[in-house]
């Protein structure tokens, strides 16, 4: 079935397909030019940093099995205070080797994660993905992400700690968490948005993090989530790329206007608008401290590992006010 035409209209409003030339493999992030990072730099008052990481961690992980290979890090010793030239009173070493799912905790998706009818960003045939990864638009294109980060607090807009399953973020939500907050989401941004779901994750309640809830007469779980609205404010900002504290990035359920739509903003987003997306940010910290002193805006770095071919990669954002 194809997706709803609303969808499609979307995709074709949204679609940044050439904007920077056709061999362009970074889409939004080019939006960070040398200008945008030298102003970024001037939110840097106090020199306060906050990682935004959920720790890499086999137990604990973020990972409930729900998604086949996308395993919490099995991390294992292969040295144990080893000579190295066959001295112990010498120097040794302690090494390690580990096994995980790139995304398989606070990560960024590559533009190539996500298809839509036979297609990645720019058109380009899915056959350019293989077991070997991808030809084009791996996460090794993206050589450097920082920029003026933004965080957008919806969960507090509505007064709650964690915005319900199935709220779907919109336009005017960012409006209007802009209008409170006092900031403004500029082109060249990385734009934040924070949910509150994170917070159950960091209590230890990685099950209710990851399932979600139920609402009556779905099948589907629930949780908040971007909505199709705000994929268009997204792109009149002009911002370079977007993360949330969730684990599934978009609203669950999807719009029942949309019947037939299977993860959308995923497809408009990173296959149409060339939009890198970003889920399992934790944003608790760095929200109190934004309560606390009225400033929204920070420098932020946020650089993927250039796993060559890489559809995702794990990260380590720090924001610094």
Not at 105 to 123: E, F, P, Q, R, V
Not at 252 to 270: F, S, T, Y
Request: with cysteine.
């Amino acid at each position: 079935m194809p997706y709803p035409q609303e969808i499609i209209d979307l995709g074709e409003k949204v679609k940044n397909w050439g904007r920077w030339g056709d061999d362009d493999e970074i889409g939004t992030i080019n939006f960070i030019t040398n200008e945008v990072v030298k102003e970024a730099t001037k939110c840097v008052i106090s020199g306060k940093r906050f990682s935004l990481a959920f720790p890499l961690q086999q137990k604990g992980g973020l990972q409930l099995g729900s998604m086949p290979g996308r395993v919490n890090p099995l991390r294992t010793m292969i040295q144990l205070n080893t000579p190295v030239i066959g001295d112990p009173t010498l120097f040794c070493t302690s090494d390690d080797v580990v096994t995980m799912g790139l995304q398989a905790a606070t990560h960024w998706d590559g533009l190539c994660h996500a298809s839509w009818n036979g297609k990645i960003y720019g058109g380009r045939d899915v056959s350019t993905i293989t077991y070997d990864g991808a030809s084009v638009c791996g996460i090794e294109k993206i050589t450097s992400l920082t920029s003026r980060g933004v965080l957008l607090d919806i969960a507090s807009l509505y007064g709650l700690e964690e915005l319900p399953g199935g709220h779907a973020i919109s336009y005017q939500d960012c409006l209007n968490a802009e209008k409170k907050q006092g900031v403004e989401v500029r082109s060249g941004d990385i734009l934040l948005l924070r949910t509150g779901m994170m917070a159950k994750a960091k209590r230890g309640d990685v099950v209710g993090y990851g399932s979600g809830t139920q609402i009556e007469n779905s099948p589907m779980p629930a949780f908040p989530g971007v909505g199709l609205g705000a994929v268009e404010f997204f792109f009149d900002r002009e911002i370079a790329a977007v993360a949330t504290d969730t684990i599934t990035f978009e609203v669950m359920p999807w719009d029942p206007k949309v019947v037939g739509a299977i993860l959308p903003i995923h497809c408009i987003n990173l296959v149409m608008m060339g939009l890198t997306q970003g889920q399992n940010w934790d944003l608790e910290e760095l929200s109190t401290d934004c309560q606390n002193d009225g400033k929204w805006d920070f420098l932020l770095e946020a650089s993927p590992q250039p796993f060559v071919g890489g559809i995702g990669s794990p990260v380590n954002p720090i924001a610094i006010k």
